[in-house]
């Protein structure tokens, strides 16, 4: 490796950018090295008065020749500029010190990478010096071991204002760097490290996430990366995975894997009523069959008004049949005289797919709606119809939809959506994740309103809750396709 080194030597005074810009974003090999040395108020007040008054006298001599008054002159108002500022600006007097130290493998490169710093620098109005027979001293001074040499400590040292200081600040905006964030990855233009904190909520309005990214570009393997490492800061999260790619970072993690498909023993009621499911203004009931319309959309495909107001109704006989009705009290046990609070329902109480089934059954105008729902009730499906069993605790759980199939993964994604955000929703204070992997098979084309409203609904709210939603998907026209595309506003905000 070759090194180079240049050192500034003076600058614009006037100059109020950044000075450092320009150069730090050309992404080119260097380490920079600047040291600044905060001067006595008092003592360097003293020193200025001392020599302006010096000045004055030799500038009222009219002995002297032309060019030495024009200096003098100089001097004598740069002194009283100074002065002035630190008198009545309260600012303060620096030395600072700039040093460049370029690298390369290759001569020529570093010869010409050299050659575009100093140009960038001069039309900055950076004056530069190459460190010519003390590359060794500057090469040294641009390590990380504070030690500015003596040698070229001469030829860099300037007089800087504390308004002045601030434009050499190094760490420009091309950076994020949140105080508790977790590493994203580098900034594509100047290779600097990306940390966001997306529960920051004094700099970002909410922390959701979209990842967008042909196939095989890396958007499963970055979630996962950000899983692992939102897991170091005791973030609770939930993973919608319908490719069965979370498995093994759920393993390493001690994490809690669910399945729903044939061959799995974990059961999951679509029709289970949860305690922590209640929304604002509205009762447990009706937000429930809203969902759950959304839900039979997806089995039945597009019914109209006529049909939605039929299926309601008789899912509000499912209900009444346990003894549910839009009274929130009646999802209560009656309490005894032991127990002080009355106990939620638990799911052996709910009805399951096939109450609602036989149902759907006893009328001519839904028997229609009933053979679409066989296969979940008694075929291939059927697993869909059993009572909940399932507890859920722990900090990573990760719905794995695979084994449903390509035709029916919206259901299972659905259905674990639906729980994770009950979830959710039961405590406000801890900090929590949910993760939509290929998000289009619930809002693409393929879905229906309901669903994707209640989607928007979680990207909407998820942060009261103190949570923040991803999506993650190939491509952004599934954003824009259902409904005109009506959703995308929401994921894009
Ligand atoms: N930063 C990375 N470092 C190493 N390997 C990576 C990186 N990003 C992705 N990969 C690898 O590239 C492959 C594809 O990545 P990934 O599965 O995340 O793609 P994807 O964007 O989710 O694709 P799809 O849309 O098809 O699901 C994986 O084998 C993954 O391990
Ligand atoms: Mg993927």
Redesign the pocket.
């Known amino acids: 490796m070759y090194y180079a080194g240049l050192i500034i030597t003076d600058y614009n005074r006037e100059y109020k950018e950044i000075i450092l810009k320009n150069i730090i974003t050309t992404n080119l090999n260097m380490n920079i090295s600047m040291f600044y040395e905060k001067k006595d108020k008092y003592k360097t007040i003293r020193d200025l008065t001392y020599h302006i008054s010096n000045v004055s006298v030799d500038l009222k001599n009219k002995n002297e020749n032309k060019q030495d008054i024009d200096i003098a002159a100089f001097t004598y108002n740069d002194a009283k500029y100074i002065r002035r500022e630190m008198q009545v600006n309260n600012e303060d007097l620096y030395f600072i010190y700039l040093y460049l130290c370029l690298y390369s493998e290759d001569t020529k490169e570093l010869e010409f990478n050299l050659d575009k710093i100093e140009g960038l620098l001069q039309s900055n109005g950076i004056q530069t010096r190459r460190a010519n027979f003390r590359q060794e001293q500057l090469f040294l001074t641009c390590t990380p071991m504070m030690k500015n040499d003596l040698e070229i400590k001469n030829a860099s040292k300037r007089n800087i204002l504390t308004s002045s200081l601030v434009s050499t600040y190094p760490f420009i905006s091309s950076s994020i760097f949140d105080e508790n964030g977790i590493l994203f990855g580098n900034n594509i233009y100047n290779n600097s490290l990306i940390f966001i904190d997306k529960y920051d909520r004094n700099k970002y309005k909410n922390g959701n996430m979209c990842v967008f990214?042909e196939?095989?570009?890396?958007?499963?393997?970055?979630t996962k990366l950000q899983i692992l490492r939102y897991r170091l800061l005791g973030v609770d999260q939930y993973v919608i995975d319908p490719?069965r790619?979370y498995e093994k970072i759920c393993k390493k993690l001690n994490g809690t894997i669910l399945k729903i498909g044939p061959s799995s023993e974990t059961y999951i009621n679509v029709l289970d009523i949860r305690e922590e499911s209640i929304e604002e203004n509205k009762g447990y009931l009706s937000n429930k069959i809203q969902k759950l319309i959304g839900f039979f959309k997806l089995i039945f495909g597009d019914i109209d008004e006529e049909e939605k107001a039929i299926i309601e109704e008789k899912l509000i006989l499912t209900y009444k049949e346990k003894g549910i009705t839009f009274d929130d009290d009646t999802l209560y046990n009656k309490s005894d005289k032991f127990r002080l609070k009355p106990e939620f329902k638990n799911t052996s109480q709910m009805p399951i797919l096939e109450d609602f089934y036989n149902v759907l059954g006893r009328d001519e105008r839904t028997k229609i709606f009933q053979i679409k729902l066989t296969p979940f009730v008694k075929g291939s499906l059927k697993f869909f119809n059993n009572y909940t069993n399932i507890e859920l605790d722990n900090p990573l759980i990760i719905a794995d939809v695979y084994e449903l199939g390509e035709e029916n993964l919206k259901y299972g994604m659905y259905i674990f959506t639906e729980l994770f955000w009950d979830k959710i929703k039961k405590d406000r204070n801890k900090k929590k994740a949910i993760y939509l992997d290929e998000i289009w098979r619930l809002i693409g084309v393929t879905s229906n309103k309901e669903v994707a409203s209640f989607i928007y609904k979680i990207f909407k709210t998820i942060r009261k809750y103190g949570g923040s939603a991803s999506a993650i998907t190939?491509d952004i026209s599934d954003l824009f396709s259902l409904e005109d595309g009506i959703y995308r506003k929401e994921y894009f905000k």
């Not at 196939?215 to 970055?222: D, I, Q, R």
């Open positions: 990214g196939s095989g570009a890396g958007k499963s393997f970055s490719e790619e190939q």
